[in-house]
């Protein structure tokens, strides 16, 4: 009996431990009533990492204490019940070690300008509206992962599978995109969206020869969409024809499928290398109509869509697959009829994954205990250049 007592007892004071370190790892304050630097205890600033702001709003010097203070150790600021409707210029801007995940205020209107730091990856989770962004994102938001929470009434998430599978956020009716998480390949517009909206791609940098697809239901384009938008160009160990083989002369992409152009809101092309560079594809009924039209007449070229065809290189032509897929005793054999260069892995989120794999010349192997739910897609790029993708489930 007193074994078993000791043996209860050992585990109510482990139990209490457990949830001292959870209480002061994962804190909760009320904001507002007095400076946020005061509702933490000395032992919670040591030791949080998930911090949750409710109630009120936060003032400059508790921005300031955020960036300088603890930022750095956080993986997650939950603001999504503060009383925040506009996040200030440069309010979060600072060097950060780890990927950090700022869970967006349900009130959410506008987030200033540089309101993150140019050099570090962050998730934003959209939990109310989508924001408007300020007019100075730069480059910054290349190295943000955007998603809407899983309960948004307004927004909702949207993964588009290609060979380099994405993650766009759109309106609850699909009628505006806000975001793509997205660098490579041929993105493609849902077909019925309406507005692309502010923000969309500013700042962010796409790949050599990455193709945008509008469809004809596009009638309206917002401010900044496209500003400062770049190319990742391709260095002396890249041929002209890397990944997506371009026969037209065009370091990028856009198909606007739409016979009237779409409306165009403040500075959407402004300072866009990409779209600068672009070749752009619009119904060959419309061509004289885009070049006489503000803004769309920017583009480098102005080329009929029907000159080329779904069915050219824009697309990547007919795919044949050289993957097979085996399965045994809870391990995925991957067998390839070509060399092996690399294996990715992404998530549904289109995030990569640090899976390790078994790889040799002509195959690879993978545990099914370590994907992840409710699949992976796994991007195999061969020897030549080209790719393919295969789907895994646990």
Known sequence: MKKILFSLLCTMVMLCRLQAQNAETHVTVLAGEAPLETLLTEAQKQSVTYL??????????????LRDSLLEQLDTLDLRHAEIDTIPDYAFDRYLPETLCFILPEDIQYVGNSAFSTTNWYTLVITGNYPIFGERLETYINHIHIEASDDNKYCKN?????????LSVYSRDEEILYFINAQYGVFEVKSGTKQIHSSAFQGIV???????????????IG????????????????????????????ASRIICESENPPSLGKDVFYNSFYYDEACLYVPKKSLETYRNTPGWNEAKKIRAIEDIGKGSSIFG???TSRLAVQIDGGIYTINSSCEIQSVSCYDTAGRLLPIQTGKDAQSFTMRKANITKPYILVRVRF?????????LIP
């Open 52 to 65: 949750e702001i409710t109630g009120g709003t936060l003032s400059d010097e508790d921005y300031a204490f």
């Open 158 to 166: 949207v993964i588009q599978e290609n060979e380099y599978p994405y």
């Open 206 to 220: 796409l790949a050599y020869q990455c193709t945008l697809v509008f469809p004809s239901s596009i009638d309206s």
């Open 223 to 250: 401010d900044y969409a496209f500003k400062s938008t770049g190319i990742n160009m391709p260095t002396g160990s890249y041929s002209r024809n890397y990944n997506f083989p371009f026969k037209d002369g065009c």
């Open 317 to 319: 032509g007919k795919k």
């Open 383 to 391: 020897a030549d250049g080209t790719t393919e993708t295969v789907k």
